[in-house]
T-cell receptor, first 112, second 111 residues
């Protein structure tokens, strides 16, 4: 079974721009969660989508949004980028039924 | 909300020795506790997990123990090898949702 894939792997943007990241979960998984990882704040939960609906949300500003498609692929969007948004963005998939969560390799976003 | 603490933040052991990493959680509703290993440039990899109806689980050189009363759980790695060097994260979750992660432990296994 193929693992979780994320594209692109690396991104460089400038302040004020917006960015869209993509995540394809493990086949059969209906839950996709997004996390931001930084050296100072560690792994922080952004939101979770299950069957195209946002099921849980972390404490991030509205500039961070996401969606999930009928094939369970998910996208995350960050608008009006700030320097502090530079981070590794990870997505994780699970079957959504109280089972294991598996991470992708992440997208490294650098905001200049 | 849930808060997960993890200690130590860094750990150095000699190859062949054991390593122990401890986590505490605050929300008694948490019932699923995974451990992840993250190597440089990679995403976290699930290495072992435990649910609240079990006190201990073992997989070869890795074991996890859970004390629900004290709200803490620990990762034990025996016979450490250089390839065990990585950052380890614990997490707490309620029914596979709302994962909260510890700050991580950087483990170095010295040859």
């Amino acid at each position: 079974k193929a693992g979780v894939t994320q594209t692109p792997r690396y991104l460089i943007k400038t302040r004020g721009q917006q960015v869209t990241l993509s995540c394809s979960p493990i086949s059969g998984h209906r839950s996709v969660s997004w996390y931001q990882q930084t050296p100072g704040q560690g792994l922080q939960f952004l939101f979770e989508y299950f069957s195209e609906t946002q099921r849980n949300k972390g404490n991030f500003p509205g500039r961070f949004s996401g969606r999930q498609f009928s094939n369970s692929r998910s996208e995350m969007n960050v608008s009006t980028l700030e320097l502090g948004d530079s981070a590794l963005y990870l997505c994780a998939s699970s079957d959504g039924q109280y089972n294991e969560q598996f991470f992708g390799p992440g997208t490294r976003l650098t905001v200049l | 909300g849930e808060n997960v603490e993890q200690h130590p933040s860094t750990l150095s052991v000699q190859e062949g020795d054991s390593a122990v990493i401890k986590c505490t959680y605050s929300d008694s509703a948490s019932n699923y506790f995974p451990w992840y290993k993250q190597e440089l440039g990679k995403g976290p990899q699930l290495i072992i997990d435990i649910r609240s109806n079990v006190g201990e689980k073992k997989d070869q050189r890795i074991a996890v123990t859970l004390n629900k009363t004290a709200k803490h759980f620990s990762l034990h790695i025996t016979e450490t090898q250089p390839e065990d060097s990585a950052v380890y994260f614990c997490a707490a979750s309620s029914y596979g949702q709302n994962f909260v992660f510890g700050p991580g432990t950087r483990l170095s296994v010295l040859p």
